[in-house]
Every structure is written in structure tokens, then in C-alpha cells.
């Protein structure tokens, strides 16, 4: 059964890939996870200097989700590039490294480095992070998510996917920007702000005070907003992320527009997930009735 899926020029053997900051740089489940059941994997983001991320505590608990405050706690772009690209290299499955920055100049900085680099595919460029101070300012305003798109696509031709925030105004003029301005794809969507506060203590849960939301709590949020984004722009390559945890769920996003999906919280309790869902996608299809996983792209049956 063919299940390959594209996102611009980026070719996957199959639609599965990982979420950023939830399989560290890839390497870290070794023995957990057959990365060559993967179409890709996506690194934690990388800043170009590193970063502790915020004090703890960063995670919670929450109904059918997790709150998240990290804070783009990463180990910076120069050991990134020394430590941990080498064993990349030999990964038997796509590698996109997730890029994060306070500024346009962080961000160019960033792929001028990784640009050359064989074992990165493509780069994934986060303008969405909720959890760091002005992260989601280039993800909230079509103008500067545009400018940065144009900006990286003059530095690097690899595959250059924009990871798009929920808390933008209107995530659709976001992702008209950038698709104007070259990039191959869109990931539909980062985290959703949230809070939690200990009804005893009066303390919130995370020491930010407000992280950013996942898991199946947020999945008709994230499916709603790839539909809307595909449904205005149907030739723009979308990635969906937000609470997929089995084939069923990531059939929703393809059926919604999506060409491929990611995995996030769903590998913090089920970290077999990544081994099952290219065999439970065949298994999908052929009860179906269908050869090839693109024919449900977009395939929603909408009322008459
Ligand atoms: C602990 C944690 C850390 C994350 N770190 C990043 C990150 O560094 N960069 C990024 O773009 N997204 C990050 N995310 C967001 C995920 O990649 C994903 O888009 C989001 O969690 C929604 O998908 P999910 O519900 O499947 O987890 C993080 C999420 C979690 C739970």
C-alpha cells in the first residue's frame, strides 16, 4: 500500500511524524521507537543560544490533555550542530529541525548554519511558541510571518514548514503569508494558552503561571482550525498536530486537509503509538477500501 505523502518537496514514506519537544532530538527513545516506521521526526526547538526554559514546575496534568510551560529549554544551535546532528545523520527516517527565535535575525542565523547540513532534511520554524516572551509575535501577524518566511527562503531551498499558532488573530491570513512567500507547508497548530490553579493553594500549576495546552483535549480545536485554513487555501500542504493518538484520530486531519500529522503528548502515555500507526493506517485503508492514504486528504463528506 502506498502510503508516501509529500509537503512541498519534502517526500515522507509515510504521514507520521513527531511533534517537536516531545521526542527530544530523536535519538532519545531509542529502543521504544522504530524510527524507520516514521515519515520523520522533528527536533525539540532549537535557539540559537541555549536555553534553561522556565522554572519549575513546567507541566500539569489537565482533563484529557497536559499544560506545558518548558519554555524553549534547548541545548543552543552551536551544540546542537556539534553533539547532536552527527548521530542524526545516520537516523533511517527524515529529520526537521524545529527553529526558534526572538528576532528574524535568530532565525536566519539558525538556518545559514543548518542550511548545508546533509543529515537535515528540512526545518520546521516554530512562531509559535506560548510559553517564551514575543513567541508567538511572528506567528500572530500575517506582515512579520510573511517577511520571515521570504527572509528564510532566500537563505535555504531544503523544505521549510512554518508551525502556525492558535492564538493568532486569523491563523488563515497567517498561513496565506507564508505560503505566498515560499514555504513548502504549515503544521495546524502549536499549543493553546491555558491555566490551571490549585483551587487549595491558590497557586497556579505551572510557575509561568499560563502554559500552552495539548493532547486530545485540544484535537477539535486544532481540526477545526486545519480545516479552515484548508478550505481557503487547498493547495497549501498542511500538517496537523493537536491530540492525535491513533489512526482513527489522524484520519480526521487528512479528511480535514491535512497531508500529514504529528504525534505529541500521545508519546508521553503511549510510546508504542509511533510503532503501530503506519501498520493501523494500512489497516484503515483496506477497510476502506482504498490503495493509497492521499485519496482521504480533504476528503470530508460535507452535507448537501
Ligand atoms: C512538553 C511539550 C514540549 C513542547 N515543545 C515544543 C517545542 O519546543 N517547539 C514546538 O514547536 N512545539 C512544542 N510543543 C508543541 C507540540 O509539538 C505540539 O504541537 C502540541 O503539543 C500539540 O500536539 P499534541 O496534542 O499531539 O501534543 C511541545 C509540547 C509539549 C507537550
Same mark, same amino acid.
Do not use: W
Given at each position: 500500500?502506498?502510503?508516501?505523502?509529500?509537503?512541498?518537496?519534502?517526500?515522507? /514514506?509515510?504521514?507520521?511524524? $513527531?511533534?517537536?519537544?516531545?521526542?527530544?532530538?530523536? $535519538?532519545?527513545?531509542?529502543?521504544?521507537?522504530?524510527?524507520?516506521?516514521?515519515?520523520?521526526?522533528?527536533? *525539540?526547538?532549537? $535557539?540559537?543560544?541555549?536555553?534553561?526554559?522556565?522554572?519549575?514546575?513546567?507541566?500539569?496534568?489537565?482533563?484529557?490533555?497536559?499544560?506545558?510551560?518548558?519554555?524553549?529549554?534547548?541545548?543552543?544551535?552551536?551544540?546542537?550542530?556539534?553533539?547532536?546532528?552527527?548521530?542524526?545523520? #545516520?537516523?533511517?527516517?527524515?529529520?526537521?529541525?524545529?527553529? &526558534?527565535? /526572538?528576532?528574524?535575525? /535568530?532565525? &536566519? &542565523?539558525?538556518?545559514?548554519?543548518?542550511?548545508? /547540513?546533509?543529515?537535515? @532534511?528540512?526545518?520546521?520554524?516554530?512562531?509559535?511558541?506560548?510559553?517564551?516572551?514575543?513567541?508567538?509575535?511572528?506567528?500572530?501577524?500575517?506582515?512579520?510571518?510573511?517577511?520571515?518566511?521570504?527572509?528564510? =527562503?532566500?537563505?535555504?531551498? *531544503?523544505?521549510?514548514?512554518?508551525?502556525?499558532?492558535?492564538?493568532?488573530?486569523?491563523?488563515?491570513?497567517? #498561513?496565506?503569508?507564508?505560503?505566498?512567500?515560499?514555504? @513548502?507547508?504549515?503544521?495546524?497548530?502549536?499549543?493553546?494558552?491555558?491555566?490551571? +490553579?490549585?483551587?487549595?493553594?491558590?497557586?497556579?500549576?505551572?510557575?509561568?503561571?499560563?502554559?500552552?495546552?495539548?493532547?486530545?483535549? +485540544? =484535537?477539535?480545536?486544532?481540526?477545526?482550525?486545519?480545516?479552515?485554513?484548508? =478550505?481557503?487555501?487547498?493547495?497549501?500542504?498542511?500538517?496537523?498536530?493537536?491530540?492525535?493518538?491513533?489512526?482513527?484520530?489522524?484520519?480526521?486531519?487528512?479528511?480535514?486537509?491535512?497531508? &500529514?500529522?504529528?504525534?505529541?503528548?500521545?508519546?508521553?502515555?503511549?510510546?508504542?503509538?509511533?510503532?503501530?500507526?503506519?501498520?493501523?493506517?494500512?489497516?484503515?485503508?483496506?477497510?476502506?477500501?482504498?490503495?493509497?492514504?492521499?485519496?482521504?486528504?480533504?476528503?470530508?463528506?460535507?452535507?448537501?
Amino acid at each position: 500500500m502506498d502510503l508516501s505523502a509529500s509537503i512541498g518537496s519534502l517526500r515522507l /514514506e509515510n504521514p507520521f511524524l $513527531t511533534a517537536s519537544g516531545t521526542f527530544g532530538y530523536g $535519538t532519545d527513545l531509542d529502543g521504544v521507537v522504530d524510527l524507520s516506521l516514521l515519515g520523520g521526526i522533528v527536533t *525539540k526547538s532549537v $535557539t540559537l543560544r541555549p536555553r534553561e526554559g522556565n522554572p519549575p514546575p513546567r507541566i500539569c496534568e489537565t482533563p484529557a490533555g497536559m499544560l506545558n510551560s518548558i519554555g524553549l529549554e534547548n541545548c543552543g544551535l552551536e551544540t546542537f550542530a556539534s553533539r547532536k546532528l552527527p548521530s542524526l545523520a #545516520a537516523l533511517p527516517t527524515k529529520v526537521l529541525v524545529s527553529v &526558534a527565535g /526572538e528576532s528574524a535575525d /535568530e532565525y &536566519a &542565523a539558525i538556518v545559514e548554519r543548518l542550511a548545508y /547540513e546533509d543529515a537535515v @532534511d528540512g526545518f520546521e520554524i516554530n512562531v509559535s511558541c506560548p510559553n517564551v516572551k514575543s513567541g508567538t509575535s511572528f506567528g500572530s501577524d500575517p506582515r512579520l510571518a510573511g517577511s520571515l518566511a521570504a527572509r528564510l =527562503r532566500r537563505i535555504s531551498r *531544503k523544505p521549510m514548514i512554518v508551525k502556525l499558532t492558535p492564538s493568532a488573530p486569523d491563523i488563515v491570513e497567517v #498561513a496565506k503569508a507564508c505560503a505566498s512567500e515560499g514555504a @513548502d507547508g504549515a503544521v495546524v497548530s502549536n499549543t493553546f494558552p491555558g491555566m490551571v +490553579i490549585d483551587a487549595k493553594t491558590r497557586k497556579p500549576a505551572v510557575a509561568n503561571v499560563t502554559g500552552g495546552l495539548s493532547g486530545p483535549a +485540544i =484535537r477539535p480545536l486544532a481540526l477545526c482550525l486545519l480545516y479552515r485554513v484548508h =478550505r481557503s487555501l487547498p493547495e497549501f500542504p498542511l500538517i496537523g498536530s493537536g491530540g492525535i493518538c491513533s489512526v482513527e484520530d489522524a484520519a480526521q486531519f487528512f479528511m480535514a486537509g491535512a497531508s &500529514a500529522v504529528q504525534i505529541g503528548t500521545a508519546n508521553f502515555f503511549d510510546p508504542d503509538l509511533l510503532n503501530r500507526l503506519a501498520g493501523d493506517l494500512e489497516e484503515y485503508l483496506a477497510e476502506q477500501g482504498l490503495a493509497d492514504f492521499r485519496s482521504l486528504i480533504g476528503s470530508v463528506r460535507l452535507p448537501v
